[in-house]
């Protein structure tokens, strides 16, 4: 066996791939999108110029691959509520499902609780100018619950290795 069969080829173009373990070093910061001007409900949107609230995802932006902001809370509880997160982007970028991956995390502004969480999430490239975030919050112990208001980090990571 080679050394070059067990050294980590996947690091990310905004980690730094001494010792962090794929994790941001401390000098990269997240791009500040601010506060997604939809208002609570079932959409967000962080759009690509400056509205309100919402810091705008203008030119230049799409190359950061961090970006931090606030979103309001989802619809009343129910069973299975889902929020559609959408950020766009002013210049396309060139990241897609084979050569980048997205993460996602939530901060919750309140307490978690059966009736009131923060959810999960998973993202998607939606289209050449945009990324796509879908946050859930299931029932727990036939409990309905709503989402709560978040902070919100999304990362683009690249793979070390694209897939064809």
Do not use: C
Request: glycine share 12%; hydrophobic share 45%; proline share 1%.
């Amino acid at each position: 066996m080679s050394i070059q069969s067990v050294v980590n080829t996947n690091t990310s173009s905004v980690s730094d791939i001494t010792g962090n373990r794929g994790n941001f070093p401390q000098g990269v910061m997240a791009y500040d999108m601010g506060t997604s001007a939809t208002g609570a409900g079932a959409t967000q949107a962080f759009a690509n110029a400056a509205t309100g609230t919402d810091n705008g995802l203008a030119a230049g932006t799409e190359t950061v691959g961090a970006y931090q902001g606030s979103i309001a809370a989802g619809v009343a509880a129910a069973a299975g509520v889902v929020q559609l997160i959408t950020m766009t982007f002013a210049t396309a970028h060139d990241w897609t499902s084979k050569t980048h991956d997205i993460v996602v995390t939530l901060v919750g502004t309140g307490t978690e609780a059966a009736a009131l969480t923060v959810g999960s999430a998973s993202g998607s490239f939606g289209t050449a100018n945009t990324i796509e975030v879908r946050r859930e919050a299931g029932a727990v112990n036939a409990t309905n619950a709503q989402l709560q208001a978040a902070t919100m980090l999304v990362r683009v990571r690249e793979r070390g290795v694209d897939i064809a």
